[in-house]
């Protein structure tokens, strides 16, 4: 995980931009870097190709499959669990990619495999995209989140605030933490304790939930450019400024144990990078 971590960090790149007027929700943006005037999409798509067994597999899978050196099987069995749905419709792009974010910039850990929940791969994945989990200041905070891997930006939130809506109804809620509760592979965590206690008939009301939710879009900004200058850092901003902007004029009706995360994420070409991994699937089931 850490050597996943240290690709990470060297390729996708936060985007610090001050803008958060709406109590209980936040907003995060990251970006890729050029490499010979080309952003580095090619790269990103290696990365999220190399992540699938962290992401699809169990810790206790992962570690067997190293135990026995089966790298083969543990990549092919990582692989059988992502969506065979088609490329417009499959969602596992945009979880892979939040993962990465999680894991690496909020040292968020997955407490849930969600895509070993599904009884078949032509389904997509029910419930929140991510189960995941921090400790601060003591006390469990549970992610669970939502990835919109769109071409518009307009679209991915509009999708996004769809999803929020329904996931943040009580009966929804409590639907999705008992069926998480009953999956949690954690149990040689450390705080497997307190992340435990969450689910022994804790009112869901005084559970602390955080959502990220991944906005991805192809950006002008991007493809106008072809290096991190500050041309590049003034354009990026003036363009997340607008998105954050929409952000904030919509209403989102949650509870106060609710904190939403916008996580903006401009790309090149989303479509590119779907063939591209579709293409990698293809190979490697």
Not at 205 to 215: A, E, G, M, Q, Y
Not at 266 to 276: D, F, G, Q, S
């Amino acid at each position: 995980m850490e050597a996943l971590k240290t690709y990470i960090d060297n390729q996708i790149f936060y985007f610090k931009i001050d803008l958060s007027i709406q109590q209980n929700v936040k907003k995060d943006t990251f970006h890729l870097d050029y490499e010979n005037k080309e952003y580095r999409q090619k790269d990103l798509v290696r990365l999220i190709r190399d992540a699938v067994p962290y992401f699809a597999l169990t810790p206790e899978e992962f570690e067997e499959y190293i135990r026995q050196k089966s790298i083969i099987d543990l990549q092919r069995n990582a692989w059988s669990r992502i969506s065979k749905a088609r490329e417009d419709k499959k969602g596992d792009y945009g979880e892979l990619l939040l993962y990465l974010i999680l894991v690496s910039f909020y040292n968020a850990e997955k407490f849930v495999t969600k895509v070993r929940l599904r009884s078949s791969t032509k389904e997509q994945i029910k419930g929140y995209d991510c189960a995941h989990f921090t400790i601060e200041n003591n006390e469990p905070i549970l992610w669970l989140g939502e990835a919109k891997f769109h071409q518009s930006f307009s679209t991915a939130l509009s999708d996004a605030i769809n999803s929020i809506e329904e996931h943040c109804k009580t009966t929804y809620l409590k639907d999705e933490i008992s069926i998480l509760k009953a999956n949690v592979e954690i149990n040689k965590h450390k705080d497997f304790s307190k992340l435990n206690n969450v689910f022994k008939g804790k009112s869901i009301d005084s559970i602390k939930i955080r959502v990220p939710i991944l906005l991805t879009y192809d950006s002008s900004v991007v493809k106008n450019n072809d290096e991190i200058s500050d041309k590049f850092k003034t354009e990026l901003k003036n363009e997340i400024l607008r998105h954050y902007n929409k952000i904030e004029r919509q209403t989102i009706d949650c509870n106060s144990n609710f904190e939403l995360l916008f996580i903006l994420f401009p790309l090149h070409t989303v479509k590119e990078i779907k063939k591209k991994l579709e293409n990698i699937e293809e190979a490697s089931r």
